[in-house]
């Protein structure tokens, strides 16, 4: 089982509607998990962090923790073009390593 | 805002050579790590260090080592580079827990 599972996608959502997606972690211990987005040739950009159970939204962008679940999402909302790209869910593991999964892309279409 | 910068964007090198890969970061962060990153893998950690001279083994150590003999710097080396190490390598460094990454490095063995 990899530490940290994504659906590689891609994933197409119409311009302004609601993209959702989802992350697994294996590491019961991790504390702090991270969305980041990546657009092709470019480095991983962190875009939220989430530390506990529930919703944090900041802008378009929700993240939901579930703990118990094991479980990390990401929901953008009144998707854009400029939203397209590999969105990448890492988790800081107990053993202070951060571990990545291998991104979801995402899609807009007009 | 946080820089770490990476010596090279893109490298060329052939079988065999020794290989240096440099990161800098100057935000006196406590961790450096070492990632690449190859297509439908996502980022693969190869090694970390969480102070001067420490260092840990990520998930994808072999061929690899790294030297951090200041705080700001961060280096990886391939020993002997073989055709299968050509990647994208990345290198971030964090307080935790949040990660920011260099540019990046796209190494070719020919």
């Known amino acids: 089982q990899k530490e940290v599972e994504q659906n590689s996608g891609p994933l197409s959502v119409p311009e302004g509607a609601i993209a959702s997606l989802n992350c697994t972690y294996s590491d019961r211990g991790s504390q702090s998990f991270f969305w980041y987005r990546q657009y092709s040739g470019k480095s991983p950009e962190l875009i939220m962090s989430i530390y506990s159970n529930g919703d944090k939204e900041d802008g378009r962008f929700t993240a939901q923790l579930n703990k118990a679940s094991q479980y990390v999402s990401l929901l953008i909302r009144d998707s854009q073009p400029s939203d397209s790209a590999t969105y990448l869910c890492?988790?800081?593991?107990?053993?202070?390593?951060?571990?990545f999964g291998s991104g979801t892309r995402l899609s807009i279409r007009p | 805002d946080v820089k770490v910068t990476q010596s090279s964007r893109y490298l060329v090198k052939r079988t065999g050579e020794k290989v240096f890969l440099e990161c800098v970061q100057d935000?006196?962060?406590?961790?450096m790590f070492w990632y690449r990153q190859d297509p439908g893998l996502g980022l693969r950690l190869i090694y970390f260090s969480y102070d001067v001279k420490m260092k840990e083994k990520g998930d994808i150590p072999e061929g690899y080592s790294v030297s951090r003999e200041k705080k700001e710097r961060f280096s990886l080396i391939l020993e002997s580079a073989s055709t299968n190490q050509t990647s994208m390598y990345l290198c971030?460094?964090?307080?935790?827990?949040?990660?920011?990454f260099g540019q990046g490095t796209r190494l070719t063995v020919v």
């Open positions: 971030a460094s964090s307080r935790e827990p949040q990660a920011f």
């Open positions: 935000m006196d962060h406590e961790n």
């Open positions: 890492a988790v800081y593991s107990s053993a202070s390593k951060i571990i």
